[in-house]
């Protein structure tokens, strides 16, 4: 029996232990393979991009997803039964709950698209006032249909009641308002007869297949060339055998985008090596300009990102990226909760990109109206933190995140001390000394002290900042620290009033 109990928790223990690395697979420290290969078709460039266009992803900070498509009609459920899949992908409703002939119901939707509140003016104004310096936008999603008038397609908007181009709108409203355009573009496709998940195997199935990625090719091409003001291309669908058995194709496909479209962005999710690597080559090595994986995740250390660019694509709902017409059966994040995973975002180096899903009319839902509202009245007062910032390097704390530029530190506090110090630790070798600390809000300045709390062996120094009693805040703010160069000289500190 004893024996029994310790089996059971040496193969409990396993088990959890084997389920953890699956989950940290996506989302955790990445390990190096030990060997090197020799790769053919790997990166096109090692290490970071060093150029404006890339320079400006870097300071970003946030941006706004839309996803967008005849699903928005649906609204994620049909004649009020709700569907189990994710919004967007309603088409691939099935088993018991699904509506009689729904795949033919969904394939006529396109019939109904005639969005009469669509402003894309309004998008993006509203955007700007969120606070969004970039916006991916869904050309195509899995289903195939094209919001721009694809040559290479017959199901696109087109052929719908609205007609109109809303890519060119997308793209034209929000670079006016100074904001850069992310085409969405989804590798699977359930519209083309040539499209295949499993890879070819037969004559036939090859030479269909072929004409699926000469199709794909001509879609992206005529997308730059249609919208020569989109930045990059964020990805989807590149999980396929019969894409991931193309590398050869989309190595070259690649190169051929950047060299038409100079500082094209391109994440991780776009093609892999020879040996079926996603996202990192089979040495490590990122393929494309920045990590694409933290969909829907954060990371929880620094370290796990390896130095690369990123950004965090995030859903309002717990996931559902299309419209949902009834929000009331999901718990739905609060701006706190995204300005949350804003901060942890940028005091990690990356962006946040929050995701709206625009009802069939062209409205966004109410939710996301306030939403939008209250991250950019925040944002406003904020900004400083928040754009053009990086990674500060202390041990993360448990007030908040922070981070920095040029000699401030900024820490965004999220859990205030119930006594109102909050305790700045920094390591005794820090190059940068706190001088100054106020609050970003409205300017106070705020007492800050050098602490000497006495732990044996400490390696790190410590600065208390008081912040007043009356000084009262229903939002997360901001204690801004100036700093100076130089050595932390704690005899000296001692002595000086801050
Ligand atoms: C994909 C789509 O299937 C989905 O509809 C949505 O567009 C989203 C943004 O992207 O979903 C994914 C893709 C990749 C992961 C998770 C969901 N992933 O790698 O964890």
Not at 118 to 133: I, V
Not at 363 to 386: C, F, R, Y
Not at 465 to 479: C, E, G, R
Request: charged share 25%; aromatic share 14%.
């Amino acid at each position: 029996m004893k024996l029994n109990i310790f089996k059971a928790t040496v193969i409990l223990f396993l088990c959890c232990t084997l389920l953890q690395a699956k989950a940290q697979s996506w989302s955790g420290p990445q390990e190096k393979p030990k060997e090197h290969k020799e790769l053919k078709y790997g990166p096109l460039h090692h290490g970071k991009r060093t150029d404006a266009a890339m320079q400006r992803f870097r300071e970003y900070g946030l941006g706004q997803f839309i996803h967008w498509g005849v699903y928005a009609i649906a609204g994620g459920e049909w004649n009020g039964v709700k569907t189990n899949q994710a919004s967007e992908w309603i088409r691939a409703w099935n088993g018991p709950t699904a509506p009689k002939d729904w795949k033919n119901t969904y394939d006529n939707l396109y019939k109904q698209f005639d969005p009469k509140n669509f402003d894309a003016k309004r998008w993006a104004r509203q955007a700007k006032a969120m606070g969004a310096r970039y916006v991916i936008f869904t050309t195509k999603h899995h289903d195939g249909f094209c919001m721009w008038p694809s040559k290479f397609s017959d199901y696109t908007v087109k052929e719908t009641p609205y007609k109109k181009d809303i890519v060119k709108q997308i793209v034209d409203a929000y670079t006016d308002e100074g904001i850069d355009v992310y085409l969405y573009f989804s590798i699977i496709d359930w519209h083309n007869i040539d499209y295949r998940s499993g890879a070819p195997k037969t004559d036939e199935e090859k030479a269909s297949y072929q004409r699926f990625l000469t199709y794909t090719r001509n879609q992206l091409f005529e997308l730059m060339s249609n919208y020569p003001k989109m930045k990059g291309f964020w990805f989807d669908g590149t999980w396929d055998k019969a894409w991931i058995d193309s590398y050869a194709f989309t190595y070259q496909l690649e190169k051929d985008l950047r060299a038409a479209h100079p500082g094209l962005i391109i994440g991780s999710r776009f093609r892999n090596d020879e040996y079926g690597k996603r996202h990192f080559d089979s040495n490590g090595e990122l393929l494309g300009d920045y990590e694409q994986g933290w969909e829907r995740k954060l990371p929880a250390k620094y370290e796990w990102l390896d130095g690369n660019d990123w950004d965090c694509v995030m859903t309002i709902p717990p996931n559902g990226w299309g419209y949902i017409k009834d929000w009331s059966r999901f718990y739905t994040k609060t701006s706190y909760d995204l300005i949350d995973m804003l901060m942890h975002s940028v005091s990690m180096g990356g962006n946040f990109v929050l995701n709206f899903g625009p009802d069939g009319n062209g409205n966004m839902s109410p939710g996301e109206d306030v939403l939008a509202k209250q991250i950019g009245n925040w944002i406003t007062l904020n900004k400083e933190a928040v754009y053009g910032v990086t990674h500060a390097p202390l041990e993360p704390c448990n007030y908040g995140y922070y981070t920095q530029k040029e000699n401030n530190l900024y820490l965004t506090v999220f859990n205030r001390p119930v006594n109102n110090m909050v305790r700045i630790k920094l390591p005794k070798t820090a190059t940068d000394v706190p001088v100054t600390a106020s609050l970003l809000v409205n300017g106070a300045s705020l007492k800050m002290k050098f602490t000497d709390i006495g732990l044996d062996l400490d390696r790190n120094v410590y600065f208390d900042i008081t912040l007043p009693d009356n000084f009262v805040s229903k939002d997360p703010f901001v204690i801004k620290i100036t700093t100076r160069k130089g050595k932390i000289n704690a005899a000296e500190l001692e002595k000086a009033h801050m």
